[in-house]
């Protein structure tokens, strides 16, 4: 008996960074069965600081290779010489599928997959790039460039067979800026190992950072950019530690205003109470010495870092912006905010320093919802499915 050909599966992303859309990619390639599946991810070319995620690819089998012109800002000569190296790559391995994820990428990867005639085309765009706090280089500050790229999005779906939302929310932003009809979207909620992020051993401890036992812990995960919101947080941390001035503040990450921002803290007067950690790899570890979370995002497509707190059973304050209250049910698992209030942080973060019984249920119903709703097996699942209802309709390989 004939051994049944796998698929084959490429996943184009842009940037092979430490971040949300890219552990997510990460995670689906290495969850996929390997006997029904041949993988290859393909993303532009890496720094010395983004080859963490390599190590997991060469553990699963997983090919990655690199198109250096393929970069996240638009540049005409490169993104025409990146499509070009995507078809022929694409012809050369002959895909069955290509699951393109984020902006740039979508629109080379795609063009690139219709013009090598691949018969599935899906794509994860991660967020709404339209979205104005989005902070997108070129198009969130740009009303002129959100317009031509909102033409070029509904012209890419013409050729593609799903799009991914990550939320409801998400999903109905779309069909309402007309990008394509209703049926060509689908929502399916990122998931994580929860398993690797609920309580246990750790290996960090809280004199590592120089905190005390008795100092109540307030973390907050995510790249130190203008629409990650950190600065509101700092602002809370100021009017809290007039009441509270045993309190710390782990902030875990890095970006664009990680100078700013320790400069402002210094400005308030509060520089020792916060600890700026940078870039970690060990977020399961951090997140074992917050006893409270909080993500001041104002723009947010899902919020990975919110369900990897909840699933260490934190209690957890976050703004209410994008498919962040399809996560947490608001004084149920979880308690949501204004964006841009500092004032709502700190009543929030008051709130569950009084209530240590509230703050246990809260972090106790949240661990249940995401082994519930937001497991990395679950998105898998429903990926999965899509990929086979879709190659069975174009008439191609199907599970």
């Known amino acids: 008996m004939m051994e049944k050909p796998k698929i084959k599966l490429a996943h184009v992303i842009t940037r092979f960074v430490c971040g949300g859309a890219e552990n997510v990619v990460v995670s689906l390639a290495a969850a996929l069965n390997r006997e029904k599946y041949q993988i290859i991810i393909v993303t532009g070319e890496l720094s010395d600081s983004e080859k ?51 902006s740039k990428a979508g629109a080379l990867g795609r063009i690139a997959a219709f013009l090598a005639k691949v018969p599935v085309i899906v794509h994860s765009p991660h967020g709404n790039i ?56 689908v929502t399916i909620y990122d998931g994580i190992d929860y398993e690797k992020f609920s309580s246990g051993t750790t290996s960090v401890a809280r004199e590592d950072f120089g905190l005390r036992d008795d100092e109540p812990v307030i973390g907050s995960i995510g790249r130190l950019d203008p629409e990650k919101g950190q600065v509101y947080l700092i602002q809370s ?39 700026f950690l940078g870039l970690r790899k060990d977020v399961s570890q951090l997140l074992s010495v917050m006893d409270i979370f909080v993500l001041p995002s104002l723009y947010e497509g899902l919020g990975i870092a919110v369900l990897e707190a909840m699933a260490r059973s934190l209690p957890v304050i976050a703004s209410r912006v994008g498919g962040v209250p399809e996560i947490i049910d608001d004084g149920v698992t979880g308690i949501l905010v204004a964006p841009a209030d500092p004032r709502a942080i700190a009543e929030a973060i008051r709130l569950l320093l009084r209530n240590r019984e509230k703050a246990y249920t809260l972090g106790v119903n949240a661990c249940e919802r995401v082994k519930k709703n937001f497991g990395i097996n679950l998105m898998v699942e429903k990926i999965e499915k899509l990929y086979n209802t879709l190659l069975y309709n174009k008439g191609g390989i199907s599970g």
Do not use: W
């Open 237 to 275: 941390a100021a009017a809290l530690l007039k009441e509270y001035p045993r309190l710390k503040f782990l902030i875990v990450g890095e970006g664009s205003c990680r100078r700013q921002l320790e400069a402002y803290a210094a400005e308030l007067g509060i520089r020792d109470a916060l600890r």
């Open 52 to 102: 963490g995620l390599k190590v997991v690819l060469d553990k699963n089998n997983i090919e990655l290779i690199t198109i250096k012109q393929m970069v996240r800002r638009v540049s005409i000569a490169q993104d025409i010489l990146a499509a070009v190296r995507l078809y022929f790559l694409i012809r050369s391995k002959g895909i069955d599928i290509i699951h393109t994820h984020t």
């Open 130 to 185: 339209f979205e104005p706090k989005g902070n997108i280089p070129g198009v969130s500050d740009n009303p002129l460039a959100r317009l031509v790229f909102l033409f070029i999005e509904r012209l890419l779906a013409q050729f593609t067979d799903k799009i991914i939302a990550l939320s409801d929310n998400e999903r109905r932003q779309y069909i309402a800026l007309k990008i394509a009809q209703p049926d060509k979207f």
